[in-house]
């Protein structure tokens, strides 16, 4: 076997790139972590506080969910971002500012319950808020929502506007302890 210098040189040189190999390999994945990481559609970098929201909410309603104003415009694809149809809601309780007796807002309707499974006052979104997007966007069919707007500058009301938020949640009743805490919560301000 007949060693040189250029056959050693090109051994170090094969072990040292593969070397920069592995060492690239064991970093790639703990870059795609800490990205990961950071590339969550949404967070808060503060927790939601009920009261705060209640308090900057410019319009309080308890509604009912109707009916489409535009339905979908494909049915089967409902996303986690911005709907391309909207829901006619008929305000059955104006608790702050106002309102008409119907409002339009983006959303898809549903047949099945979203309720929210934590302890009244809600301090995060209803589960169809979870997936993405910082809102829910699914309203179930003649079901009644408390629905916390914010005015736009065109003057429109929107419920996205507390990520994270409980600003759109499904009531079990008229005597629903987040709608029962929200009332005295709004009389505070």
Not at 50 to 74: F, G, H, L
Not at 85 to 97: A, D, K
Request: hydrophobic share 40%.
């Amino acid at each position: 076997m007949n060693v040189t210098a250029a056959n050693v040189n090109r051994n170090i040189t094969q072990t040292a790139n593969i070397g920069i190999m592995f060492r690239k390999a064991r970093t790639l994945p703990a870059f795609v972590l800490v990205l990961s990481l950071h590339a969550y559609p949404c967070s808060r970098a503060v927790p939601v506080s009920s009261v705060e929201m209640v308090n900057q909410a410019d319009v309080i309603v308890r509604a009912t969910a109707e009916r489409y104003d535009v339905a979908p415009k494909n049915p089967k694809v409902v996303t986690t971002g911005e709907p391309d149809s909207t829901i006619r809601f008929h305000v059955l309780e104006v608790i702050r500012g106002d309102a008409r007796t119907d409002l339009t807002l983006p959303g898809y309707l549903s047949d099945k319950d979203d309720f929210n499974d934590r302890p009244s006052p809600y301090d995060f979104v209803r589960p169809g808020g979870r997936a993405g997007s910082c809102f829910a966007n699914t309203y179930r069919s003649r079901a009644q929502f408390l629905l916390l707007l914010k005015k736009q500058k065109s003057g429109e009301l929107t419920v996205d506007w507390y990520g994270l938020g409980p600003v759109n949640e499904q009531l079990h009743s008229t005597n629903d302890p987040w709608l029962l805490w929200v009332r005295a919560e709004a009389q505070k301000a």
